[in-house]
């Protein structure tokens, strides 16, 4: 579908601007925390991804992280009102903000598009590894042109799973995440906490990360994802596997084999986020 090079060509354009100033210092202003930060980079990458979009969609509708204010409350407001729009597009312009303005190489463009709250195409780039993960319902994912699946591993104890710290407003939920993964570290070959959601679940539909989990995250750091994941045969629930669907926060994506083991271990910790 056409909808999916308008939402490659916009990757690519917003993360060559990221690029071009990711080991530079930047203007950094503070949203919500301290832990939760914006630079002049993440917005002029989001208006490139915006005005792309509407030259060649005109009737279509962006959510996208910097259109919203800050906090969680505005972001689910943001997205009740944006998701009733049959044509959607979710964009997080710089998924990973804090590790681009530590210079720690770990940080992508994420963008899906929408049609009827079904999240139908997603494109995650990487601009520091020129890795762009792109992915089309019912048609498979692939990594620069080349198919993608999700690993083969078929026990905890071969796995490696990420997760990450939510900075968000319900500051507890760090918490209740270290109990998940204090939980699960004993069992598994190891625990990674990059600081992107997106290129996490890249690297689960790539194979090169079993599963992943994290609380709290809005819609558009888990669409693109989300659809990467399914595509390329692997397996995206909240934390007590329900389906994913685009309002989900307590995610939960992996090969399919570990799902249940994953799942289970989050309950027994109380570390589901529910
Ligand atoms: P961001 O870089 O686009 O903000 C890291 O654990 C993940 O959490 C990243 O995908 C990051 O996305 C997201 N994140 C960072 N700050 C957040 C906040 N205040 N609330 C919710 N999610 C946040
Ligand atoms: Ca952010
Ligand atoms: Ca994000
Ligand atoms: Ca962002």
Redesign the pocket.
């Known amino acids: 579908m056409k909808e999916l090079q308008t939402a490659i060509d916009a990757a690519r354009q917003a993360g060559a601007l990221i690029r071009e100033k990711a080991f530079v210092s930047k203007q950094i202003d503070v949203?919500?925390?301290a832990?939760?930060?914006?630079t002049e980079v993440?917005k002029e990458a989001e208006k490139i991804i915006r005005r792309f979009i509407t030259s060649h969609h005109p009737d279509h509708v962006i959510l996208g992280?910097e259109g919203v204010d800050?906090?969680?409350v505005a972001?689910k407001e943001a997205l009740t009102n944006h998701r009733v729009h049959e044509h959607l597009w979710i964009v997080?312009?710089?998924?990973?903000?804090?590790?681009?303005i530590h210079g720690f190489p770990f940080?992508c463009v994420?963008i899906a598009y929408a049609v009827k709250q079904e999240v139908v195409l997603g494109v995650i780039y990487d601009p520091i590894k020129d890795e762009l993960f792109t992915a089309e319902k019912g048609k498979g994912a692939w990594l620069n042109g080349e198919p993608i699946q999700v690993s083969s591993e078929r026990t905890l104890a071969e796995s490696l799973l990420a997760?990450?710290?939510?900075?968000?407003?319900p500051a507890g939920m760090r918490q209740v995440n270290t109990d998940g993964i204090l939980r699960l570290s004993p069992h598994v070959r190891n625990i990674r906490?990059?600081?992107?959601?997106?290129?996490?679940l890249a690297y689960v539909a790539a194979g090169r990360l079993t599963g992943y989990w994290?609380l709290?995250?809005?819609a558009?750091?888990l669409a693109a994802g989300a659809i990467l994941i399914t595509e390329a045969g692997g397996m995206v629930t909240d934390t007590i596997g329900n389906p994913y669907e685009i309002g989900v926060r307590h995610i939960l994506a992996t090969n399919g084999s570990v799902h249940v083991a994953v799942k289970q271990a989050l309950a027994e910790a109380g570390a589901t986020g529910f």
Request: charged content about 20%; overall charge negative; glycine content about 14%.
């Open positions: 949203k919500s925390s832990s939760d930060l914006v993440d992280e800050a906090g969680v972001a997080d312009p710089i998924d990973g903000t804090t590790n681009f940080f994420s997760s990450g710290f939510p900075s968000g407003d906490a990059g600081g992107s959601a997106a290129l996490h994290e709290d995250l809005n558009w750091d």
